[in-house]
């Protein structure tokens, strides 16, 4: 695997400023082609920000993976990047979608789209159901129950519904694994919240393994509710009972995960997943997602893409 880097000017509502990072783009992605002497090509995209570059180096295929609804997110110019995002959705020869919500928009600018949502690593986090596995040493004095998080702190993270959860339940204990991207305020202070800051992938399961119920406290913004997280498939993977907010993705899975309406419900969800715990409930959990594999899904997307290959662009 080779990997470059196209510099991009950051002033994208300038015409000068597009044009020239398209220019240097292509030029860069070409000689590197040249010189890696690469036969057959296919430019395969997962944001639509270096979306010029396609089609400008003679590729058999165009592919654009778009995993989330990117003008909805936080701090970008929603209009210029949804110009990129339909402009490059227009130009691709394959489009998948990891979220259903995407797919309808999608398939208005393009035929060719596909729904095809995220994998799970199913073998490592299903390790935290395994009893030999230890507890992340950051974890093991913590007094219970705890209430597990892990993923990026961000703006769509309802850090007010996390606060009204801890101070409603002083005895239970709020963990939260993942780098804080945000002011998280009082949340701070609270003296049975804990924040852990990033800890490698490979470790969640050890930390998830001191979970006695995993959260999505998401804030319903346009860019969650197209969303499909993958936390969701890794808390399944562990067994372990999950309380959510209520977006399309996360409700396919309501016949194992309580999804709340509420605040007020959130907290009743929660209580309800403390109790009547059993290893066939957990059993359940891991077997709804057992045949998520990343590998299942990589399988899936690249008969599609081998196809479209060998039958030609049908576009």
Request: glycine share 6%; with cysteine; net charge neutral.
């Amino acid at each position: 695997m080779w990997r470059i880097t196209m510099p991009q000017i950051p002033f994208r509502g300038s015409k000068a400023a597009r044009s020239l990072n398209v220019a240097v783009g292509r030029w860069l992605v070409r000689r590197a082609i040249k010189r890696l002497g690469f036969q057959r090509t296919i430019s395969w995209f997962v944001v639509p920000h270096a979306g010029p570059v396609a089609g400008a180096l003679a590729e058999d295929l165009i592919v654009y993976y778009c995993i989330d609804d990117y003008a909805a997110l936080p701090d970008v110019d929603p209009r210029e990047v949804a110009r990129m995002d339909d402009d490059l959705t227009r130009r691709a020869d394959q489009v998948f979608v990891a979220s259903s919500t995407l797919l309808g928009r999608k398939r208005e600018l393009n035929r060719s789209t596909l729904h095809s949502p995220h994998g799970v690593d199913v073998a490592l986090f299903q390790k935290a159901s395994e009893p030999s596995l230890s507890v992340a040493e950051g974890a093991r004095n913590l007094r219970h129950p705890v209430i597990g998080f892990f993923g990026l702190i961000e703006a769509w993270i309802d850090l007010d519904l996390i606060l009204y959860l801890a101070r409603q339940r002083p005895d239970w204990t709020f963990l939260l694994i993942g780098r804080v991207a945000v002011p998280v305020g009082e949340l701070a202070v609270q003296p049975n919240v804990v924040f852990t800051g990033a800890q490698p992938y490979e470790d969640l399961p050890r930390w998830a393994k001191a979970f006695d119920v995993a959260m999505i406290p998401y804030r319903l913004t346009e860019q969650v509710l197209h969303a499909n997280p993958l936390k969701l498939r890794e808390y399944l993977a562990t067994g372990k009972p999950v309380v959510s907010v209520s977006t399309p993705e996360i409700d396919q899975f309501g016949a194992v995960v309580r999804i709340a309406s509420g605040k007020e419900d959130f907290l009743r969800l929660l209580g309800m997943a403390l109790e009547g715990e059993t290893q066939e409930i957990r059993d359940q959990r891991i077997k709804s997602v057992a045949k998520m594999s990343w590998d299942a899904r990589v399988d899936e997307v690249m008969d599609v893409i081998g196809r479209r290959l060998h039958a030609g662009i049908a576009n």
